[in-house]
């Protein structure tokens, strides 16, 4: 049963898009690239599903949130050595989306599936959940979009981050088309977002990202673009020529980066075989630097980035979903 709710809610994930344009900038410069061959070191008879989210801490450990019959969240060392699982058999886990790790180490697993928003600290116990999943379903049954979005209840969610004071932000992506911001308790302060195309609505944002100063970086992917907002979620910008934006990153420290995925996967449909496979790098104020990528499943190729850890921003790492595997990339550096 539960390989039949991965299908059928992989078809709702790539639908959306395909009837949106895919404006994107023209005369880019590229970036040369390179990626790490076999960096994840799996143990024996352990093998990865889809590459729905990837993050890393501040030792370097990289987290891995992966799905295929079940959903699984597990942990690697700098080096790609494999330490260990968390979370195996949490009620909270039904169908991954994003995984994420706040300034403290603490690691954050956002279910679709369940509709919840999971913090565990870095020992690996939940410290904290967000959302709550139906009671009594056996394995992902979507809800219904609500008339009017309730402040503790998700939709599907997509996606999560915080602020400088430690503040929750939280895409509420596929069904109730919002962001909410929870203070540090995880205590409802504010939304915004109703499913439509106007500056300040959305159409399922789909992952996000946190700015220095605050600002809310949001994947709107059915509207093909990004947009911003402030702390207290008014609407800042829209960044429009990124293609089919599935993926977005911000890079730490004095110089912050804006890394955007352009991605459209193929699904064998001959009107959908026109896929991208690209990765943009921006400044925040969404001026483009540099892109680097192509569609396709080798080394230095990208199948449907669904997540980016830009922890170091010149060496990301991205989860493929149609290509089950994370890849190391090593920005500015020649094959």
């Not at 008879?45 to 990289?62: C, D, F, M, P």
């Not at 947009?227 to 890079?251: E, H, M, R, T």
């Not at 979903?321 to 550096?333: D, E, N, P, S």
Request: one cysteine or more.
């Amino acid at each position: 049963m539960k390989l039949r709710f991965l299908v059928l809610m992989l078809a709702l994930s790539v639908t959306p898009c395909f009837a949106q344009s895919k404006a994107k900038a023209d005369n880019v410069p590229e970036i040369p690239y390179d990626s790490v061959s076999n960096f994840l070191k799996l143990p024996d008879g352990l093998y990865l599903g889809e590459g729905i989210g990837v993050a890393t801490n501040s030792k370097g450990h990289v987290f891995v949130y992966t799905r295929s019959g079940d959903t699984r969240l597990f942990e690697f060392d700098q080096n790609g050595n494999y330490v260990r699982e968390i979370g195996q058999g949490l009620y909270g886990f039904e169908f991954a989306h994003a995984v994420r790790v706040d300034a403290q180490d603490n690691i954050w697993a956002v279910d679709e599936g369940s509709n919840m928003v999971i913090k565990f600290n870095p020992e690996g116990r939940v410290a904290m959940v967000l959302g709550r999943r139906p009671e009594m379903v056996d394995g992902f049954v979507a809800p219904p979009p609500a008339l009017e979005a309730q402040p503790y209840v998700f939709n599907r969610p997509t996606d999560v981050g915080w602020d400088a004071a430690g503040n929750i932000f939280v895409t509420d992506g596929y069904g109730n088309s919002r962001v909410v911001k929870f203070d540090k308790n995880g205590r409802f302060l504010k939304q915004v977002g109703t499913r439509g195309s106007q500056p300040g609505q959305l159409n399922l944002p789909h992952n996000m990202a946190m700015d220095a100063a605050g600002n809310v970086y949001v994947d709107d992917r059915s509207n093909t673009r990004v947009q911003v907002f402030d702390n207290d979620l008014n609407p800042k910008a829209i960044y429009d020529n990124v293609g089919n934006p599935w993926a977005i990153c911000i890079s730490p420290g004095p110089h912050q980066y804006l890394f955007v995925s352009n991605s459209l996967p193929d699904n064998g449909l001959s009107q959908f075989r026109d896929i991208t496979g690209e990765i943009y790098k921006m400044e925040l104020d969404g001026a483009i630097v540099g892109k680097f990528g192509k569609a396709g499943k080798q080394l230095k190729e990208f199948s449907t980035v669904h997540e980016i850890d830009c922890r170091n921003p010149d060496e990301l790492f991205v989860a493929e979903i149609t290509a089950f595997r994370i890849q190391k990339i090593l920005l500015g550096k020649k094959p």
